[in-house]
């Protein structure tokens, strides 16, 4: 794509996680006071809730920066992202793996959120690493963002009566990354498979994350990541 459409299309992206962040949480979250709730988020939920929106409105700021070409701001936020980033991966991991100790979910459901968001921090990770490659930090970081939004699409589907459909939870997930990839082979002439990166974590997870976690090395795995996340926390 040519700089300024490119710089277009990813400033849309950021206002379009915003809106699909606050639909899907905003009664549980957001507006929870608007709603009939029965019971308050527990203090695990609200810190993730918190963490996740200074993440998601922290993107969109930064893409927004990049197509009003202030660049220096977006380096200086770019360290205060990485900062965030290290407090999302237990906070988004720690929610998951308790409904497994607490016995409100099975192993393999709470496994297909854990591999999820761990592609998502790793994509993440490789767009900090690739900060001074634009092409490849910007692709890095929309693939992150695919992995990070099944939560707050599938909350958004029970709206539409959509809750089982597949097509609608998963294609509205990997529709930003499909998009830029018609773009890229419209404007490039040639295949950008980066793009693709996170529309194959999404269905290789989906089709596959059950055989590992049902088996004995993902219950051990599990029971591992309760250790490390969950039992430090039951004193305090």
Known sequence: MKPK?????????????????????????????????????????????????????????????????????HQQLGIFGLCILILMIPSGIFPSIYKVYAGTTTIDAAGHNVFRLVCGYILIILAFINRKKSFLHKRYMLGGMVMLMSAAIFRMSFDFNLEASQLFNKGLQVLPALLLFVFD???????????????????????????????????????????LFVTPFLSL
């Open 185 to 227: 082979f419209a404007w490039y002439k040639k295949l950008v498979f980066i793009d693709l990166i996170s529309v194959i974590m999404v269905f290789a997870i989906y089709f596959f994350a059950d055989y590992f976690w049902l088996s004995n090395l993902g219950k051990v795995l599990m029971d591992s990541l309760i250790y």
């Open 5 to 73: 459409a490119e710089h277009n299309y990813f400033a849309a992206t950021g206002i379009w996680y915003i809106l699909i962040v606050f639909w899907g949480f905003a009664p549980s979250f957001y507006l929870s006071n608007f709603f009939e709730n029965p019971e308050p988020l527990p203090k695990h939920l609200v810190i993730h809730g918190i963490i996740f929106t200074i993440w998601i409105v922290l993107y969109a700021i930064q893409v927004l920066l990049i197509r009003f070409t202030n660049f220096q701001l």
